[in-house]
């Protein structure tokens, strides 16, 4: 029987990505920016709607920088994160010499808990110091509580720096992830639902806070015939090479999130007899995952060699992907001593949690295999 490595989310190309890099190729748009870059701010624009302005940029990574630098934090600045994410979301924080503080999750979205987020809001400014943003994640491409979390943030009047690396093509009442923040930012790494083999964006809702962020990604050149700069800049803009490959993407976003939610459905299906199991699932309709990544919980049992990690080993052994949840930031030894607010749930999360094969490319076949795997380790006594 094959069994070749299932893995949990490969890049899936559409077919056109070739045409556009073609292009790129045939006009000798080899160089950094050109017409795919502007192409693909605009198709991303008009995808997101709400007058969202895009700018594309050389990684998730470096949009999380640029919107910290927009949003005026500066060493000393504290930032509040969630802590249940990847590093990526918080290690800009440490580039701008700023101080992390570490919020707890909530059950029901996974993300920031409102609860820990305001608790920590109000000790911090009583430390004398307020709060220079709030980093809200969509992990896994669920969205935040994005009306608790924005009611928080302007109640104090702390703008939020939305991370919807993981959630393009997720939405809330029908408003798209990526343009609820203060500054918005996407990923188009390897693994997420849309590629441009390395790159991401940022979102900002004016179109001069848009320029202001390409002219920090493009050195920061003062208008001046030679190289002028009064301002730090950075080299974080997106190849015209990358950017065709992402208007290839675009043009199949839609069917590849309808079919991650597919995966998603299938299982729903295959631990719907499973007691040990949850699957991660929206709260309710006024939420839109893309389900970018599938994950459960499971039930320790001792007595039955069941846990997270058992069924991982029992899953890798047929040569099956699966990863363990975000382990929180206030755990990485990078980030330990670092403040943070909330009790056990993200640490909860991480123990019991794991992510499961979601890419928009697996067969029938694979499917057949990791339910297999699944039912085999549970019939298990
Ligand atoms: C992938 C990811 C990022 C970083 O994006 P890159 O494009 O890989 O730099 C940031 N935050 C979260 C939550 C991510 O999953």
Redesign the pocket.
Known sequence: MNNTKIWLSSPHMGGTERNYVQEAFDTNWVAPLGPNVTGLEQDLESYLGHEAQVGALS??????HLGLVLLGVQAGDTVLCQSM??S??ANPILYQGAIPVFIDSEDDTWNLCPVALEEAIRSEIEKGKKPKAIIA???YGVPYQIEAIRTIADGYGIPILE?S??ALGSSYKGQKCGTFGDIG?????G??IITTS???AIVTPTAALKEKAIFFATQSRDAAPHYQHSEIGYNYRMSNICAGIGRGQMEVLDAHVQLRRDMHDFYVDVFKDIAAVSVFTVPNSDYFANY?LTAILVAPDAAKGIDREALRLALDQANIESRPL?KPMHLQPIFEHYSYYGSKVAETLFENGLCLPSGSNLTDNERIRIKEAVMAFFSKE
């Open positions: 990684s998730g990574t470096a949009a999380i994410t990847f990526a979301s994640v969509h992990l991370d690396a993981e930012v996407l990923s188009f790494n693994n997420k390395g790159g991401g970018w975000w």
